[in-house]
C-alpha cells in the first residue's frame, strides 16, 4: 500500500498519468514500439509487392499478408493489435465504439493543425470487468498509398479490390489524410 502511494506520487511529480498500478507511460512507450515494428513489416511487404507487380498484384498481396502480419505479431507481442478506419477496406477492420471515438478525436485534432504522424492515445478502460490497455496511432496517407486508397484509382486496380473487398469503403484519400489508426489492447 505504501509503495503504491509513493509510486503514484513520484508519477504525479513526474507528470506521468496512472491508473491504479499501470504504468501509462510505459505502456504508450511499448505500444509505440509494436507500432513501429508493424509498420517496419507492412511497409516492405507492400513496397516488395508493388515493385514486382504492380499495385494489382500488391492487392493480392496485401490480403493475405496484412492479416497474416497482424496475427503474427499479436502472438509475439502478447497484444490484440488492429488496423482500423472511419472507411475500412477489410469489413473485418470496422472500428469499435472506442475507436470511432478516438478516429473522431484525431480528426479534430488534424483540423486544428495537428501533426498527424504524432497523433496517439493511451489509456487504461474497463471492459467487461477487466481492466484493458488501449493504445492508437494515427496512420497518415502517403503518396504511394493513393494508388489503392486515393480519389482515382485505376480501374483494373478498383477491380481487384472489388473481388476480395465487394463492400471497400477504402478509397478517396489524399496525402496527408488521416487513412486509419493502428488499434492495440493490453490485459492488465
Ligand atoms: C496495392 C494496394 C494498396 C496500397 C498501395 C496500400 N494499401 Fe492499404 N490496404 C490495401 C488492402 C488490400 C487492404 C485490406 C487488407 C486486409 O484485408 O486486411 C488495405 C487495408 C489498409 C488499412 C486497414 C484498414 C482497412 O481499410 O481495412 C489501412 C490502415 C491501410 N490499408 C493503410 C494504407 C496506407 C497508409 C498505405 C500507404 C503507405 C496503404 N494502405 C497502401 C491495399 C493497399
Redesign the pocket.
Known sequence: MKKTLIATLMAAMAGTAWAGDADVSALKEEGREIARQFLGTL?PE?QK??KSGG?VH??DV??KK??QI?AELSKKTGWELK???T????P??APDEWEKRVLAQFEQQKARGADVKKLEVGEVVEENGHKVFRYAKA????K??V???GAHVHAP?MEA?KT??PHDQ?TGFKPGDI???FSFKKPL
Open positions: 511497409k507492400l509487392a508493388m499495385p500488391a492487392i496485401c490480403h496484412a492479416p497482424t488496423r482500423t478506419s472507411k475500412v477496406r477489410n473485418n477492420n496512420i497518415p496517407t502517403g504511394v498509398c494508388a489503392c486508397h486496380v479490390i476480395y473487398y477504402a487513412r486509419g489508426m
